[in-house]
């Protein structure tokens, strides 16, 4: 009997502690594989469990693992989808901690700062070398609001070796916990938004000043009649008056013209037309100006020359280079050559004169509105300064170039190229010169 029970009490001790050992050893093993284990799988933990007394706080730590796991992996493919997002924008943004070392930066933040190094880790300051950058992320977390600088940057450009842009800095501190008093900082690129602004000012002011001459010498004059005026006065001012009227009618035209060029590309009514005859009759139109001067046009024109486009503007483009030309060389003698060759799918068109010229100084200049090289001008010479601004235009919305070339005294050329339609016929009819040098338009 006593023999019986120390052999229960000897097997009921080996099986408790086979199980002490054996839910030991379970423990230890779910320990380590949960350690080492980066992503562990639950059916690798159950195996690897031999224990079987386990096997319910295994499958629970299964669960919480794959839990942990799956919410892990939301977040990281929630954080590649936002900085695939943040890579997307034009706009450089970074977010930086408290001690003001990056911890974002997307695509263009890198393109604008660059470095063999990462950007991740290092001071802001270390990484954009602009203090303003910095400074305005400081004041932002001093006001604990919303703050933006804008400012100039000189930059390499890889052809002149420095060009200027203009940016604006907006910080702001980060609402969100995970980056303690962190902040985001958001660097755009406004140089072309300065610059429109620019121009358009100074279109204003100049266009102001352009209209203001005539109509002040346009009332003057309606003052005066309303003082009472003798006859023969009266005579002497109404040629005056009509003169400086007309003058405001050009410039409004001018101006309507640009704004319609400017406004929508799809104003273009685009027909086929003939770009040589539409030469040809610019000239006919400026005949009595070339007979008065005595001026010389040698022609060097296609037959034909098959074009796609707005002939209306075509009109304006020739008239206003070729008028230029007169106008500017009002001496007798003066050489006009008007060329248009078709080469390579393309028109080029050369307006060469032999006159005064345009100082090189002045060249960068002319295709602004209201430029002109001698500004007093506008009492002596026809004209609004808006004539190169508008064929520049024009030419542009049939996807053409214009440049200009000159040696005062020697030879202006005015180069125009423009993509011929795509037609075999005018590929024919443009190469076809009929060699009208000197024929047909001469006149002296
Ligand atoms: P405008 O209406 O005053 O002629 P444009 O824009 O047509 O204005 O021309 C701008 C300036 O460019 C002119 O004022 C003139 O000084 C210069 N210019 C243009 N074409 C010529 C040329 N062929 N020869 C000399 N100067 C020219």
């Not at 493919?77 to 990056?102: G, W």
């Not at 954009?128 to 804008?150: G, M, N, Y």
């Not at 070339?290 to 024109?301: G, K, M, N, S």
Request: aromatic share 6%.
């Amino acid at each position: 009997m006593q023999t019986t029970l120390v052999a229960i009490f000897a097997l009921a001790s080996a099986f408790f502690a086979w199980r002490y050992f054996d839910t030991l050893r379970g423990v230890r093993e779910l320990t380590e594989m949960v350690r080492h284990s980066a992503n562990p799988k639950p059916g690798d933990m159950q195996s690897g469990t031999g224990s079987r007394s386990l096997s319910k706080l295994s499958r629970s730590l299964c669960d919480l693992v794959a839990e942990s796991t799956l919410t892990r992996d939301l977040e990281a493919s929630r954080r590649q989808f936002l900085e695939t997002l943040l890579d997307q924008i034009e706009d450089a943004l970074m977010i930086v901690d408290e001690a003001s070392e990056v911890r974002f930066s997307n695509c263009a933040a890198r393109l604008l700062f660059p470095s063999e190094m990462s950007q991740i880790g290092r001071p802001l300051i270390e990484v954009c070398f602009d203090h303003r950058i910095a400074e305005t992320v400081t004041l932002a977390r001093t006001l604990r609001s919303k703050t933006q600088e804008e400012f100039t940057r000189r930059m390499r450009a890889p052809s002149d070796g420095r060009i200027e842009r203009t940016y604006l800095v907006e910080a702001e501190p980060l609402s969100s916990r995970g980056i303690g008093n962190g902040a985001w900082v958001l660097i755009r690129d406004v140089t072309l938004q300065v610059e429109t602004e620019r121009v358009r000012q100074d279109f204003v002011a100049n266009a102001s000043h352009e209209l203001r001459t005539p109509l002040s010498i346009i009332s003057g004059y309606v003052e005066m009649m309303d003082d009472g005026m003798d006859k023969a006065t009266l005579r002497r001012c109404v040629p005056t008056m009509r003169k400086h009227t007309q003058r405001l009618g050009r410039i409004v035209e001018d101006m309507l013209t640009i704004s319609k060029l400017e406004s929508h590309e799809g104003n273009l009514n685009r027909e086929p037309f003939d770009l040589a005859a539409c030469l040809r009759d610019t000239l006919d139109h400026l005949h009595p100006i070339v007979e008065q001067q005595h001026a010389r046009i040698h022609l060097d024109l296609p037959v034909e020359a098959g074009m796609i486009g707005d002939r209306f503007y075509w009109d304006q483009v020739f008239f206003n280079l070729i008028e230029n030309a007169l106008k500017q060389n009002s001496e007798p003698g003066l050489n006009v050559t008007v060329r248009l060759v078709a080469e390579s799918g393309r028109y080029r068109i050369d307006i060469i004169d032999d006159g005064v010229g345009i100082p090189s100084a002045d060249l960068p200049h002319i295709f602004k509105r209201f430029y002109r090289v001698q500004k007093d001008h506008s009492q002596t010479i026809k004209g609004t300064g808006l004539g190169l601004s508008i064929v520049k235009r024009a030419v542009e919305a049939h996807y053409g170039t214009i440049k200009v070339r000159s040696r005062p005294g020697t030879e202006t050329v005015f180069t125009i190229e423009v993509p011929q339609p795509p037609s075999p016929k005018n590929l024919e009819t443009g190469t076809a010169s009929s060699g009208e040098e000197n024929a047909g338009q001469s006149s002296t």
